[in-house]
């Protein structure tokens, strides 16, 4: 009777998706038909986890017909749509695929056979707990590499648009894989013992750990993780570089804290980002950034991602991240236990503090991301607007800003328009025909109006 409840709910779970996966492939947003039913797709090239988010960023240069100073949306290519479309496919096998493993993992047994393998080992709770996850994050990576190979790698290459080798794009999921795990680790480790000290509020606890520990990476990730994969300097190009910084110096932004990196190596895309939190947050600038851009162009990319750094994006990432992974401990307190405790004899553990239950909270975890992807997408959304307003405040370039989401679209393949379903689930980015649209549009200056964010810049003449 048990097992037929888990096939069940399995099988309910493979039926929602696959009929989400038909329902988006049948959609068929076909241009020429209704041109605002496509997407913006700012694919990043190497997928990441949750926690990589962050602030990726998509920019971009190119023709666009040209009536007095606002810029046409363009149609996009017929291959821009074939990979817009792919695009959706993978990201919706990626994501079966990520509940996939946990649930395998956990109801076939095996994760309560390793339990025991790594306890028997392991002897000491933090041995074990290093041990499981270690084995766990292996599991975990040789079974999704195939399908990232697929959907990040033979993907971009096929359109053209990486120049990576396969041995820099396994470094960069070997690195990715790795630094999750040493994180993991620390979580868990903690979380076990908080489980069996404080039974009823471990989850409490655990919440205010685990936004310590995202913080932590945060902070981290620009100056350990990033440099394993990239190389960060100052800018090469000193005549660019002196009128970033003088950008930023009236956005408030001090010295030093803009970089360049050489993502040409990987990717003939377009996208600049800030990372990194207190002490460590910096804006990125990719070196490809010139290869399409003029100079008007990439400064006003520049200064969507000083909006991110002056208004504190970072903060509201980590924020929102750390709620989301609170309420998925909180849910796991409140459905953790009766799981085990009803399919304890297929599990083969039977607490929620034994190290055989780690891939209960992967699977609550992705399951509840997954719920809540319209809330922090729509939120994302926000920040990116709030970015676009900041950086045309700063500028007065609206049309430099539009061509360069005319650039943006063309060089990455991008579509403009989003399809309701698919901005709903995966757009962190307004569409670019909206970006570009309001780029076109959004000028108060010209009717002796205040921006939002005139307070925050010094005045032109003083930079
Ligand atoms: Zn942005």
């Known amino acids: 009777m048990r097992p037929k409840h888990t096939t069940r709910l399995s099988i309910t779970c493979a039926s929602v998706l696959t009929v989400v996966v038909l329902l988006l492939i049948w959609l068929k947003p076909a241009y020429g038909q209704d041109e605002k039913k496509i997407v913006n797709v700012d694919e990043s090239v190497n997928p990441g986890t949750a926690l990589a988010v962050a602030e990726e960023e998509s920019i971009a240069s190119d023709q666009a017909s ?50 025991r393998f790594t306890e028997r080992i392991g002897k000491k709770q933090v041995i074990v707990t290093i041990l499981f996850v270690a084995i766990y994050f292996l599991i975990d990576f040789l079974l999704t590499l195939p399908v990232n190979y697929f959907a990040g790698y033979a993907r971009a ?10 041995g820099r794009w396994l470094k960069g999921a070997a690195v990715n894989s790795g630094t999750m795990m040493v994180l993991y680790i620390i979580g868990f480790a903690v979380l076990r013992i908080l489980i069996q000290r404080s039974p009823r509020r471990w989850w409490a606890y655990s919440s205010a750990v685990v936004a310590a520990i995202i913080f932590f990476y ?13 190389r960060y300097g100052p800018l090469q190009d000193k005549t660019l570089e002196a009128d970033i910084l003088a950008l930023a110096d009236r956005a408030g932004i001090e010295g030093g804290r803009v970089f360049e990196v050489d ?16 002490k460590t947050k910096r804006i990125v600038f990719w070196d490809t950034l010139t290869s399409r851009l003029d100079h008007d162009e ?24 750390s709620l989301v992974y609170g309420l998925g401990l909180f849910l796991t307190d409140r459905m953790g236990r009766r799981i085990i405790q009803k399919y304890q004899s297929r599990l083969g553990f039977q607490n929620l503090h034994d190290v055989g239950a780690v891939p209960l909270f992967m699977l609550i975890s992705g399951i509840l991301f997954f719920a809540m992807a319209p809330l922090l997408n729509a939120d994302s959304r926000y920040r990116e607007r709030q970015a676009d307003q900041f950086a045309l405040e700063l500028t007065h370039n609206n049309h430099a800003m539009a061509q360069s ?4 679209q063309s060089t990455n393949l991008a579509v403009p328009y989003a399809h309701w379903f698919d901005k709903l689930l995966r757009r962190t980015h307004p569409s670019l025909g909206e970006r570009i649209d309001f780029a076109n549009t ?22």
């Open 298 to 321: 990439v400064l006003v990319v520049m200064a969507h991602e000083m909006g991110h750094y002056v208004l504190h994006h970072m903060y509201r990432t980590w924020i929102s991240i």
């Open 66 to 115: 040209q009536t007095d100073d606002s810029v046409a949306v363009p149609t996009p290519s017929e291959k821009a749509v074939r990979f817009y479309r792919s695009g959706l496919w993978w990201w919706s096998v990626q994501e079966i695929w990520s509940w996939f493993i946990p649930a395998l993992i956990l109801f076939t047994g095996l994760s309560g056979r390793l339990g």
């Open 218 to 230: 945060l902070m981290i990730h620009p100056v350990w993780v990033a440099p394993l994969l990239n």
């Open 263 to 278: 993502m040409s190596r990987d990717t003939k895309a377009l996208n600049a980002s800030v990372r990194g939190i207190g």
């Open 157 to 166: 290459h096929a359109y053209g648009l990486s120049n990576q080798t396969l």
């Open 405 to 408: 989401f005319v650039a943006l």
């Open 442 to 463: 959004y000028r108060p200056w010209e009717e002796g109006k205040p921006g939002r964010y005139d307070k925050l810049f010094a005045p032109v003449n003083n930079r």
